[in-house]
């Protein structure tokens, strides 16, 4: 296993029009180390002024930058150098995301280092092919489409996954020829820095993507509102999401809203019961359950559960919980006392439901809480229906297909969904009753940049990954020639 050291991080600026910067108001945000509490470093907080300049170089960027009119061939050069930078400084940046937000560096690596590369080459490669198509009209033309850029994108983005989210809106956003300004995370903006040094290296030109770090109040809002931004791409909470569409509504800006989760993980009485363990294991301590597309809700078949039960308390104790840079570790800490505070606010209300495994925060520096498992909770429980974002599984147990079916799709959320079953047909029949984005069946968080992902209900609207995400960041535009 590769070891990766705590690195020592300087203080961050922002990027704007290709030039380091401070904030105009010279404030600045602490950033903390999740393992330990302690501060690692501080970052510009951007105001509205710097919020204009950033506006301004991306639209000067599209306006009149090379970047929208160079050959797409051109622009997947540039991705692909982007990807190749990643790869090349992969130890430096599974460092930087595993100290700002807590994550197990034998999970950033794969995960979240590897696949922002994966997603820029993806993207690379669909520059190249973003035609258009010809149509036959019913009067005497010659009729075709173009696939134009909107234009500047602001791309918003939460804590959790950070180089990833960012790198699933940026990588399809500058395929198809836009401008960014992106405003990570105020808690977890480090890598979206580091990101900012590779597109300058890659030779992306000045402006093509803006970095501002700021709080939501203080950057994210100026930034929505902005009348030089033509597309907003949000990942975040819902109740976040909600302001975000309000906003947006109000200029007729489009949208794509990628937001909160609650999954349901459906394990019926025909499972291989042990590899359905693993994979409800991981559905739930994956990114310390910080995952919106985590899977948090159990669902088990009458006959199966207590079996499934005894297997979650004898396995769960054991998945190695503790320092994010020793490459042993399964489960890190939560990402900053908000998070943990929820946690354990969640559990606290869970008074009287069936302990399996954990149920308390770990006493040690950082944000640590036991992998939990509660069992036997009403149906009405609010731990059961809102998202908590940590690290606690519950479990129903269900009758009939149509019983798991109808609490599968009881919550307002719906992004993922899962099923454990030997049975194809079953597989099928169930998939494709599920509110979800996406469905997986006989495992968990199988992602690629090639499938495509994205909420329905109070989960969002709007696909990112796949060729769909181009979708979000292109306009078709008709052009009919008489004959
Ligand atoms: P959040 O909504 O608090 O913040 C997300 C981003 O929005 C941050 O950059 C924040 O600064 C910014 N923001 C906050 N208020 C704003 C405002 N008024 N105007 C503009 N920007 C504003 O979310 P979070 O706590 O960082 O992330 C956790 C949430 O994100 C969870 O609900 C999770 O399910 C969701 N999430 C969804 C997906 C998905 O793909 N659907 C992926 C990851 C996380």
Known sequence: MTTVERPTVAPGRLFIGGQWRDAVSERRTEIID????????????????????????????????????????????VLLRVA??????????????????????ALCRPVDVLTAADQYEYYAALAQSMDGATRQPGFPAHAYTRREPVGVVAAITPFNFPLILSSSKIAPALAAGN?????????TPLSALAMAAIFAEAGLPAGAVNVITGTGSDTGEPLLR???????????????GRRIAATAGERLTPVTLELGGNAAHIVFD?????????????????????????????????????????????AVPGVPVGDPFDPGTVVGPLAGPRQL?????????????????????????????????????????????????????????????????????STPYGLAAGLQTRDVARAHRIAARLHAGIVWVNDWAMLDPAIPFGGVKDSGFGREYGPEALDAYTRTKSVVISL
């Open 34 to 77: 999740p393992a330990t509490g302690r501060t690692i470093t501080t970052v510009a907080a951007a105001g509205s002024s710097d919020v204009d300049t950033a506006v301004a170089a991306a639209r000067a960027a599209f306006d009149s930058g090379p970047w929208p009119g160079l050959a797409p061939r051109e622009r997947a050069r």
């Open 226 to 240: 902005h009348p030089g931004v033509d597309k907003i791409a949000f990942t975040g909470s819902t109740a976040t």
């Open 179 to 187: 401008t960014v300004v992106h405003k990570p995370s105020d808690e």
């Open 341 to 409: 505070a929820k946690v354990e606010q969640y559990v606290a209300k869970a008074a009287g439901a069936r302990v399996v495994a954990g149920g308390r925060r770990i006493d040690r520096d950082g944000y640590f809480h036991e992998p939990t498992v509660l069992a036997d909770l009403p149906a009405s429980s609010l731990v059961i229906a809102e998202e908590i974002f940590g690290p606690v599984l519950t479990v129903q147990r269900f009758d009939t297909e149509n019983e798991a079916v109808a609490l599968a799709n």
């Open 84 to 105: 190749e930078l990643i790869r090349e400084r992969a130890d430096e940046l599974v460092a930087l995301e595993s100290l700002d937000v807590g994550k197990p560096v």
């Open 270 to 314: 025909d499972a291989a019961i042990e590899t359905a363990i693993a994979g409800v294991i991981k559905g739930f301590v994956f990114n310390t359950g910080q995952f919106c597309m985590a899977g948090p809700r159990l669902l088990v078949a009458a006959p199966v559960y207590e079996t499934v039960l005894e297997a979650l308390a004898g």
